[in-house]
């Protein structure tokens, strides 16, 4: 329903998310595929964006998408790289390098990798047991891959704690 709500309420959405952010570390927003408007007005607040893709062409075309249309939006300098559903840790590293080649080679960007979660059939049961991975099965592979992004996140906000005097 974000898609459909009209200019005006979307950017009062967005100027009351920016408000409420100010009493969080993090704060996650979670968008949709695709480049419409709404990803668009509410990525463009991030201090940091977190592009996932997997290795489905249409997946790959719409990371590309985003990043060049926030590269010629000037917001191009905090975008990371997460593999999602990689069926190996080779095959995730593919699909990252695939993005990434497009991205050198047309846009003259490089968006690091910030991490990879490879495909297990215990993430399959948790969203039908409607129950967060890490608590339902917090000692798989994928579950692991989490943790490893979400401490890299977490690294990200401290060091610019520090780096601004925070």
Known sequence: SLSALPSQRLSLLRDQLIDVSN????????????????????????????????????????????IKLGNAAGMSKNVSIVVNMAPSI????????????????FLRLRPPM???????????DTIRHQTPL???????????EVEQIAAAVWKGVEGSRRASGA
């Open 90 to 105: 080779t095959e995730g590293e593919k699909t990252y390098k695939t993005l990434l080649k497009a991205c050198e080679n």
């Open 23 to 66: 009493n969080y570390d993090v704060v996650i927003a979670d968008l949709g595929a695709g480049v419409d408007r709404t990803v668009r007005m509410l990525s463009a607040t991030a201090g940091r964006t977190i592009l996932i893709t997997t290795d489905e062409p249409t997946s790959l075309t719409d990371a590309y998408a985003f």
């Open 114 to 124: 910030l991490g990879m979660v490879r495909v297990d059939p215990k993430v399959k």
């Open 134 to 144: 890490l608590t339902r099965s917090p000692n798989t592979e994928a579950a692991r």
